[in-house]
């Protein structure tokens, strides 16, 4: 299975990769998003290190009943050769109606079929207050007008 853009990556293919990604992650289908990543795909995220594409649907599923009303934006930082670094920044709220926003970098690596074999997250969470919101689009994917970090100073 081929998942273009292929690397070597340009800086508009980057960019693709990066928003396809955040799409995927805004859809919060487990199963969807698992085949962005090779069968064997290692993680790290936070202190959880799995490993395959079984527990990264199992990881997924529990992040997003727990991770109510997220939203996510991913930004290009860096690229080499079929290496991509991105930040990003979501918003959720948890069952009793209390808002993050988690902060957080990610290094991707990529097979030579444009599946992520490799994943590596470091993430914050900070609370916010309902006013303090800044996504507020329908849940889904972000609209192409809406602001990327960097325009909303994150």
Do not use: C
């Not at 930004?75 to 009793?96: G, M, Q």
């Amino acid at each position: 299975m081929s998942r273009p853009p292929l690397p070597p990556f340009t800086e508009e293919t980057a960019k693709q990769k990066v928003r396809m990604a955040e799409d995927g992650w805004n859809s919060r289908d487990p199963e969807k998003v698992s085949l962005a990543y090779t069968p064997d795909s290692k993680w790290r995220n936070r202190a959880e290190i799995f490993q395959g594409r079984e527990n990264i649907v199992s990881f997924l599923t529990r992040k997003w009943q727990k991770e109510i009303e997220y939203r996510l934006i991913k930004e290009l930082w860096a690229f080499h050769e079929n290496r991509i670094a991105v930040r990003f920044a979501y918003e959720y709220s948890d069952d009793s109606g209390n808002w993050f926003r988690a902060y957080g970098n990610e290094n991707w690596e990529f097979d030579e079929d444009g599946l992520m074999r490799h994943r590596v997250a470091s993430i914050n969470d900070k609370p916010i207050t309902n006013a303090e919101r800044l996504f507020h689009w329908p849940l889904g994917r972000r609209p192409d007008d809406h602001s990327g970090l960097s325009e909303l100073g994150l």
